[in-house]
């Protein structure tokens, strides 16, 4: 466990955070589509081969997380970025209600486990998603979702691996910020009474929330200050103090919304005078990738100044950790 517990504290050591490249197969086809390609083996390969050889890159991201088929490829080959897998394997209807969905991937996970360690990962990731209407999240959803986190964590940590715990509180829909507030205060109360009773090592997982947003149809984007002002009041009120980290996701958030948003929340809670122990971190998928996507455009001729736009981004929500 103590080695669990440096694991984590170094996924968010000062200044760093952690680039999501866990894309789904489907995801990453969406993804192709808008810049004209093709999702293919050889087409993923490169992609990922371009982020995750950026010169510099450690300076910035203290780990990557990969999809299945990247670790198995062994793209990852910087000695200063911590390899990461993500374990879940994708959602499906809960109770046939497509508003409210199940995270699939508990069966047989530590057998899995034992091989993606095998292959040099030593963190992992599992999603859940709650979804904001009037009817849901329903108690019973948030209940079984909250128990697979839970199970997960304690089975990550049985094989030696730090786990990141994902509750994320979609932004599809038109609710406005508060009610955001309400929902992922009830998430995260009782994802973490889950987390306690199997009894998993707090100090040494990390929690991979959403930030307090209004929804994306909502009228109105709400300020970084209040954003900034939202999240930290809905953490300080159920996040344990033991919990060394929150890498926070950019859900549907731009590149600059997300690092902005990012810089008030630390900016926030420095002001506080380190009200809150835990690191305010990054786990961005899409704000950290999306310009670099686009310059790349399957080019190989394109390599070089795509990846320094990615190594810019990343260089920016390095800054927002300092409130810069």
């Not at 969905?101 to 999603?127: H, M, N, Q, V």
């Not at 320094?308 to 260089?315: D, I």
Request: aromatic content about 6%; some cysteine; glycine content about 8%.
């Amino acid at each position: 466990m103590d080695e669990l517990q440096a694991l984590a504290q170094k996924l968010v050591a000062s200044g760093k955070g952690i680039l999501a490249a866990d894309e789904s197969l489907p995801s990453i086809e969406k993804r192709f589509t808008t810049i004209g390609i093709q999702s293919t083996t050889e087409t993923r390969r490169a992609y990922r081969e371009m982020l995750f050889s950026t010169a510099g890159i450690e300076q910035f991201i203290s780990g990557i997380i990969q999809f299945e088929e990247t670790l198995k490829d062994g793209i990852l080959k910087n000695p200063d970025v911590i390899s990461g897998i993500k374990v879940d394997q994708g959602l499906e209807d809960y109770k046939g209600n497509p508003n409210e969905k199940i995270t699939k991937g508990i069966d047989g996970l530590s057998e899995r486990l034992k091989e993606y360690k095998s292959l040099g990962a030593k963190f992992t990731k599992w999603r859940a998603v709650f979804k904001i209407t009037p009817e849901t999240p329903s108690i019973q959803n948030l209940e079984e979702n909250s128990i697979l986190l839970a199970k997960f964590a304690f089975i990550s940590q049985q094989e030696g691996l730090v786990p990141i715990v994902e509750p994320e509180v979609l932004m599809d829909g038109d609710h406005n910020i508060d009610r955001c507030a309400e929902v992922t205060r009830g998430v995260l109360k009782i994802v973490f009474m889950k987390l306690k009773e199997i009894e998993a090592d707090l100090k040494g997982l990390l929690l991979k929330p959403n930030m307090i947003l209004p929804g994306q149809d909502y009228p109105a984007k709400s300020a970084p200050s209040e954003v900034a002002q939202k999240t930290l009041e809905v953490l300080k009120e159920v996040v344990p103090a033991e919990v060394p980290g929150i890498v926070f996701l950019s859900g549907g958030q731009t590149e600059e919304e997300a690092t902005d948003n990012l810089r008030e929340i630390n900016r926030l809670s420095r002001e506080a005078n380190g009200e809150v122990g835990w690191q305010l971190s990054f786990s961005y998928g899409r704000a950290l990738q999306n310009s670099a996507l686009k310059t790349w455009a399957g080019k190989p001729e394109n390599v070089d100044i795509a990846q320094r736009a990615f190594l810019l981004r990343a260089k920016m929500n390095s800054e927002a950790r300092y409130g810069r």
